[in-house]
């Protein structure tokens, strides 16, 4: 298979004679062992079988392998968020005492993640610009770096990372470049192709498309070298006494990345979803190649129509030819960015916020990526608290407003607009 388009329908369950068509689900927490000694190599990672659910579960293993075949991994480990994807794409590598470099604009989630919450653990983040030089990456590289990390297109700043600039100062400094892939989905943009180690997803957006299920995954592209850079990481080059002595990159070569971070965190950390959380999500993917490019090429429509509306003072979506990131997006992402389109009313918050309860097909809600076309205005929820110029000065303009749009015709998602842009 080598189309995105069959991957996603055939990738990870392959029914035998028969087999159930459709990918079952293994509802249970635990499984049957015929001898102690079956039981021993499974903890002791010499066989392979399942041990528990809170570690790894049979229906999940089957959607694991379709993404990471989406991906171009070689292997992929789902999650109960994608929070817990980036939280353990940081904590597989990291620390106490260690220290990552960051693209600037990430998900306002992931920035507390990183800035606040890892801190307290002893891990510390220097962000930089989704626009800086190899040389400018480089000098904020320490002894005790770990990994570089970014998004391919920002949520909500929509900033497109130049991922091969990325990808070469991290390898150059013998660090591992962790890329979220969230927005754009395999579907538009293979990162790994463009020398990304380690990719994660937020599956609770396009991936889910549906707002049913909340989840992340992580796919390890086995690409990186962690041999050759022993020093930095020892969690996968020398023993883990917690599974007698296995060592990842000795005893699983190329998967030794996503094998330490699906037997050991989450064994430790819990964050495994249900089985019905990955049957879902299944669904979902096999539609996927169909419903993103329908989400971009409506967000490229409406985009087009908001940035003509005199009423508008500006639209931030990299497929505009006035986008400065538009040459990026050419590059990385020809079939299309995202659905997700932030523009500006004139006016500020007040006129924004009468836009918003105007409308009547986007719903209001704290959410993106949904089949359903959904609208946030953030100096109003998200970002309440803040005066204008404070707005201002952390990148959202008072009447900005971030505007998903979902599966609907692109012609009644603009008659929406246009009469709620008649009552302001």
Same mark, same amino acid.
């Given at each position: 298979m080598s189309s995105i388009d069959t991957i996603a329908v055939h990738a990870g369950y392959q029914p035998e004679n028969s087999q159930p068509r459709a990918l079952p689900i293994y509802q249970s927490t635990t499984f049957h062992y015929s001898s102690v000694d079956e039981v021993a190599g499974l903890f002791d990672l010499s066989v392979p079988g399942y041990m528990y659910s809170r570690i790894h579960n049979p229906t999940c293993s089957y959607v694991e392998k379709k993404i990471a075949?989406?991906?171009?991994?070689?292997?992929?480990? &789902?999650?109960?968020?994608?929070?817990?994807?980036?939280?353990?794409?940081?904590?597989?590598?990291?620390?106490?005492?260690?220290?990552?470099?960051?693209?600037?604009?990430?998900?306002?989630?992931?920035?507390?993640?990183?800035?606040?919450?890892?801190?307290?653990?002893?891990? $510390?983040?220097?962000?930089?610009?989704?626009?800086?030089?190899?040389? $400018?990456?480089?000098?904020?590289?320490?002894?005790?770096?770990?990994?570089?990390?970014? $998004?391919?297109?920002?949520?909500?700043?929509?900033?497109? &990372?130049?991922?091969?600039?990325?990808?070469?100062?991290?390898?150059? $400094?013998?660090?591992?470049?962790?890329?979220?892939?969230?927005?754009?989905?395999?579907?538009?943009?293979?990162?790994?192709?463009?020398?990304?180690?380690?990719?994660v997803h937020s599956t609770t957006k396009y991936m889910d498309g549906h707002a049913t299920f909340v989840g992340g995954v992580v796919v390890d592209s086995g690409n990186f070298d962690w041999e050759a850079h022993a020093d930095k990481f020892p969690g996968l080059t020398e023993?883990?006494?917690?599974?007698?002595?296995?060592?990842?990159?000795?005893?699983?070569?190329?998967?030794?990345?996503?094998?330490?971070?699906?037997?050991?965190?989450?064994?430790?950390?819990?964050?495994?979803?249900?089985?019905?959380?990955?049957?879902?999500?299944?669904?979902?993917?096999e539609s996927l190649p169909v419903r993103i490019r329908r989400h971009t090429q409506n967000a490229q429509r409406v985009a087009e129509w908001l940035e003509a509306h005199?009423?508008?003072?500006?639209?931030?979506?990299?497929?505009?030819?006035?986008?400065?990131?538009?040459?990026?997006?050419?590059?990385?992402?020809?079939?299309?960015?995202?659905?997700?389109?932030?523009?500006?009313?004139?006016?500020?918050?007040?006129?924004?916020?009468?836009?918003l309860d105007s409308l009547k097909l986007a719903a209001i809600e704290v959410h993106v990526a949904d089949s359903r076309t959904c609208v946030l205005h953030p100096a109003s929820s998200t970002h309440r608290q803040l005066t204008d110029e404070q707005l201002v000065a952390c990148g959202v303009e008072p009447g900005m407003i971030r505007f998903s749009c979902g599966l609907e015709d692109p012609e009644d998602i603009i008659a929406d607009l246009e009469q709620a842009l008649a009552q302001i």
């Amino acid at each position: 298979m080598s189309s995105i388009d069959t991957i996603a329908v055939h990738a990870g369950y392959q029914p035998e004679n028969s087999q159930p068509r459709a990918l079952p689900i293994y509802q249970s927490t635990t499984f049957h062992y015929s001898s102690v000694d079956e039981v021993a190599g499974l903890f002791d990672l010499s066989v392979p079988g399942y041990m528990y659910s809170r570690i790894h579960n049979p229906t999940c293993s089957y959607v694991e392998k379709k993404i990471a075949a989406m991906e171009g991994g070689v292997g992929a480990l &789902l999650t109960t968020s994608g929070q817990a994807a980036t939280l353990v794409s940081v904590m597989n590598l990291c620390s106490a005492g260690d220290h990552l470099v960051s693209s600037a604009t990430i998900y306002g989630g992931t920035v507390n993640l990183l800035a606040v919450t890892l801190k307290r653990f002893g891990i $510390e983040t220097t962000f930089v610009s989704p626009r800086a030089t190899v040389d $400018e990456i480089r000098a904020a590289v320490r002894p005790n770096t770990k990994l570089i990390f970014g $998004e391919t297109v920002a949520n909500p700043a929509l900033a497109v &990372l130049d991922i091969e600039t990325f990808a070469t100062a991290a390898h150059a $400094e013998g660090l591992p470049l962790v890329i979220d892939n969230t927005f754009p989905t395999p579907v538009l943009c293979r990162p790994i192709e463009w020398g990304a180690d380690v990719v994660v997803h937020s599956t609770t957006k396009y991936m889910d498309g549906h707002a049913t299920f909340v989840g992340g995954v992580v796919v390890d592209s086995g690409n990186f070298d962690w041999e050759a850079h022993a020093d930095k990481f020892p969690g996968l080059t020398e023993p883990d006494e917690s599974y007698h002595g296995v060592t990842y990159t000795r005893d699983f070569g190329k998967a030794a990345f996503i094998t330490k971070a699906q037997v050991q965190l989450t064994r430790d950390l819990g964050i495994y979803p249900p089985a019905i959380a990955a049957f879902a999500l299944n669904q979902s993917l096999e539609s996927l190649p169909v419903r993103i490019r329908r989400h971009t090429q409506n967000a490229q429509r409406v985009a087009e129509w908001l940035e003509a509306h005199p009423k508008i003072a500006s639209v931030n979506f990299p497929g505009l030819a006035s986008s400065p990131d538009h040459d990026l997006a050419q590059k990385y992402l020809p079939e299309g960015v995202c659905g997700v389109i932030s523009f500006v009313v004139d006016g500020g918050r007040d006129r924004a916020a009468k836009l918003l309860d105007s409308l009547k097909l986007a719903a209001i809600e704290v959410h993106v990526a949904d089949s359903r076309t959904c609208v946030l205005h953030p100096a109003s929820s998200t970002h309440r608290q803040l005066t204008d110029e404070q707005l201002v000065a952390c990148g959202v303009e008072p009447g900005m407003i971030r505007f998903s749009c979902g599966l609907e015709d692109p012609e009644d998602i603009i008659a929406d607009l246009e009469q709620a842009l008649a009552q302001i």
